[in-house]
């Protein structure tokens, strides 16, 4: 605080502490306001000067140890033995019962009974600095109720201490003879004739001043207030606005154009009909049960021919009329195995892969594909489910009318009869028996009735298994 020379309540301070009246003159005041514990009175004064004052006196006449820092500060660490710098520790408690012999200390301490700079007396909060005192009082009982402790300390290192406990404590009742045996003990330390019989490892001390997170963030933002009112200007201030109301158009534009996106979307979903809304909602609710992917030239190596060990790919073969409702239907028949991390589902669309299912039908058939020309109907084949192991060159098949199941030898007359249900036929010239065909031709909504069976078959091992030399490629 400061006071202007002139006004009626600065002239009695100015009579109290006999401060002259020309020039400017610096007050320090201790723990005693009635005193002033250092003065500074110059006809101007220099802030070296003012610095050299404030520094030397920074602490009170019996300072606390109430930080790490301020305990360096007061008690720093000397190496040599012979210029040991001492630190007298008054050990006390927060409670008004203790103020009176804090304040007897200080008057031992202001009358000058022991002068040497090497010398600092300070005391310490007993509850607040409890692990540092545990150091120091772990082996020794020489704290209690009716008379404090007071200990002599010097520091050679950092965490080490060697230290000294007087016997007789410190009391403020007149009758003690605590300030003798204090003076006593003090002399005997500093010209060697005494020794600091204990040593210690302590932690580092508490620091009381420390701040929650909510007083930090608070002196944070005083800090920002304060840097923005007195350090920025308004040239510094326009470009960054450019800044950011730069980023904010961007954002906001990004936001505009998603929005009219999405309204576009919404029209064109309104204008679509009822029949491909219904077909949309049907697809989608299919996904989320079961991963379908469509199998396809661009996924046909990741999905078949570089399987690894152990897994397999389930193929249903659908057309552009029937996709929704046989994967529908197949999405309920397999959603059990959904989370077998060894299958993998997909359909296939036979318009556009049918000369693939028929390079694929060859290299099984033998005899029955080098007699005459293979023809397929595509009609016959959907609902036809395939199971490709593309690591061990195998696949198994699935149809309504054929079980696919492990069977003694059958006549060739009865192969026959499995190529012909899987859609293949010996000649297409003939319309009569196009018409038989799809005379004999099952509903789709039965076509995928017994894969529930056959899959368990399939896990079992006991369907036929068609070995390949090579995978066909699919363009």
């Not at 002139?6 to 020309?22: A, C, F, Q, T």
């Not at 002196?219 to 207030?225: E, G, I, N, Q, T």
């Not at 007195?230 to 961007?250: E, G, K, N, Q, Y």
């Not at 979307?265 to 989320?288: F, P, Y």
Request: aromatic share 8%; glycine share 6%.
């Amino acid at each position: 605080m400061y006071a202007v020379i002139g006004h009626d309540e600065v002239d009695e301070i100015l009579m109290r502490y006999n401060v002259p009246r020309h020039g400017e003159t610096v007050l320090v005041f201790k723990e005693d306001t009635g005193v002033a514990a250092a003065s500074l009175s110059m006809q101007e004064i220099s802030t070296s000067s003012l610095r050299e004052l404030i520094d030397s006196n920074k602490f009170l006449t019996l300072p606390r140890l109430s930080s790490q820092s301020v305990f360096d500060e007061l008690c720093p660490v000397e190496v040599a033995k012979n210029k040991k710098r001492l630190c007298v520790t008054l050990v006390t408690d927060r409670h008004t019962e203790d103020a009176v012999h804090r304040d007897a200390l200080r008057v031992f301490v202001q009358t000058g009974q022991v002068r040497s700079e090497r010398v600092r007396f300070t005391y310490i909060y007993r509850d607040t600095q409890w692990e540092f005192v545990k150091s120091l009082v772990k082996d020794d009982n020489n704290i209690n109720d009716t008379v404090l402790s007071i200990v002599i300390l010097w520091r050679p290192a950092v965490n080490k201490i060697k230290y000294k406990w007087v016997e007789t404590g410190w009391s403020a009742v007149p009758e003690s003879r605590s300030k003798v045996n204090l003076e006593v003990a003090i002399r005997s330390v500093l010209n060697g004739s005494g020794e600091l019989t204990r040593e210690t490892l302590v932690k580092q001390l508490t620091d009381e001043h420390a701040k929650g997170i909510v007083g930090k963030m608070v002196d944070r933002l005083l800090a920002l207030h304060d840097y923005i009112m007195w350090d920025i200007t308004r040239d510094d201030v326009l470009p960054l606005l450019s800044v950011i109301f730069s980023v904010a158009f961007i954002f906001v534009g990004g936001y505009v154009m998603a929005y009219l996106v999405k309204l576009e979307e919404e029209n064109l979903t309104k204008s679509q009909g009822a029949a491909g809304n219904h077909r949309n909602r049907a697809m989608e609710s299919v996904s989320r049960t079961v991963p379908l992917y469509e199998l396809h030239g661009g996924n046909y190596d990741g999905m078949v021919r570089l399987l690894k060990p152990g897994c397999r790919t389930l193929v249903v073969l659908v057309s552009v009329d029937t996709k929704q409702q046989l994967l529908e239907r197949f999405a309920q028949v397999v959603f059990p195995y959904r989370s077998n991390k060894s299958l993998a589902f997909a359909f296939l669309m036979l318009e556009r892969y049918t000369d693939w299912y028929r390079k694929l039908l060859l290299s099984t058939l033998g005899p029955i594909g080098q007699a005459r020309p293979l023809h397929i109907n595509p009609k016959n084949c959907l609902g036809t489910v395939l199971s490709l192991n593309g690591h061990r060159k195998y696949f198994c098949i699935y149809h309504a009318k054929h079980p696919g199941l492990k069977k003694a030898k059958q006549p060739k007359a009865g192969a026959a009869l499995n190529a012909s249900f899987l859609g293949m036929d010996n000649s297409s010239a003939d319309s009569d028996a196009d018409d038989n065909v799809s005379h004999t031709r099952m509903p789709f909504d039965d076509c995928l009735v017994g894969l529930p069976n056959w899959l368990d078959r399939l896990f079992e091992g006991s369907t036929v298994r068609y070995p390949v030399e090579y995978w066909p490629v699919m363009k």
